[in-house]
């Protein structure tokens, strides 16, 4: 289905990231993938899921943009233009958490988690979109999180920077609604990610828990279903959002959450 198109994918080297990048790479989608994870690893994994589903071949970049810095994510645009021909699908998901009541958040914390969940991905998006437009097609994605439609004690930073990336999607789409230019949030529940892990592992510590008591305690507090939220799950909406079907979703905050937010 996406045959010819070029996916950047922030935060590709692990979790949602490598999960929406494989999901675009097994519809025949050209990726370049970018992260502090192993790089190889992703890369080889990406390409094992194009492979799987008879994409032989497919070419899988790499850049190594730190998201909190303008001049580098500008010095990854540019890589995607010179070498791949620009962007097609923009899927921005490099994030970073830390948990503190408001009175007691570290000011470099907030200035991080604000620059690498929010601003970031406004950098790629005002450089990604004049191809688009010429070009008359695009999907931009941004993962925000359930935290992008309520809050919860502790994360100031990251609802704030989760809030505005539902809103600077909607901004994108209303800009873009009578171009071929699509922009879409999408805002998942828990997912086993490295972040959650660490809330899990926290919470084992604290409260004297096992890992599957500790993931049971964390998910029954806030998931009704009981179950995290998978990548898979999240490329597969992904590559729904890239689909002709989808033409018409447009500023839409699409909640993948087991039911929190129905709550």
């Known amino acids: 289905m996406l045959k010819g198109k070029i996916a950047l994918v922030t935060g590709s080297t692990s979790g949602i990231g490598l999960g929406m990048a494989q999901a675009l790479a097994a519809q025949g989608a050209t990726l370049i993938t970018n992260g502090f994870g192993d790089a190889d690893t992703a890369r080889k994994a990406i390409a094992d ?4 589903a008879g994409h032989t071949g497919t070419r899988v970049g790499y850049h190594g943009a730190d998201m ?20 097609d699908i923009l899927v921005n998901n490099a994030g970073i958490q ?17 620059a690498i969940n929010l601003t970031s991905a406004f950098h790629t998006t005002r450089l990604a979109l004049p191809g688009m437009r010429t070009r008359n097609w695009g999907r931009i994605i941004n993962i925000a999180s359930v935290h992008g ?8 930073a990251y609802v704030a920077a989760k809030h505005g990336i539902v809103g600077l999607t909607k901004v994108t789409a209303l800009e873009n609604a009578q171009t071929g230019v699509t922009a879409n949030a999408i805002c998942p529940g828990f997912v086993l990610t ?7 592992d926290d919470r084992a510590a604290r409260d004297k828990l096992s890992g599957d008591e500790a993931k ?20 597969a909406l ?18 993948m959450d087991g039911g929190w937010t129905a709550q």
Not at 238 to 255: E, H, K, M, P, Y
């Open 149 to 156: 439609l309520v809050g919860s004690a502790g994360k100031s």
């Open 68 to 87: 909190s810095r303008a001049s580098e994510i500008e010095t990854m645009m540019q890589y995607a233009e010179s070498e791949f021909g620009g962007v």
């Open 49 to 52: 899921a194009a492979a799987k």
């Open 194 to 200: 490295p972040l959650v892990q660490k809330q899990v």
């Open 238 to 255: 992904a590559v729904f959002l890239c689909s002709d079907a989808a033409a018409q979703v447009r500023g839409a905050a699409w909640n």
């Open 98 to 114: 830390h948990v503190a009541e408001i009175q007691d958040f570290p000011t470099d914390k907030w200035d991080a988690i604000i």
């Open 216 to 235: 049971r305690s964390l998910l029954g507090e806030k998931q009704p279903s009981g179950e995290f939220v998978t990548p898979e799950q999240l490329g």
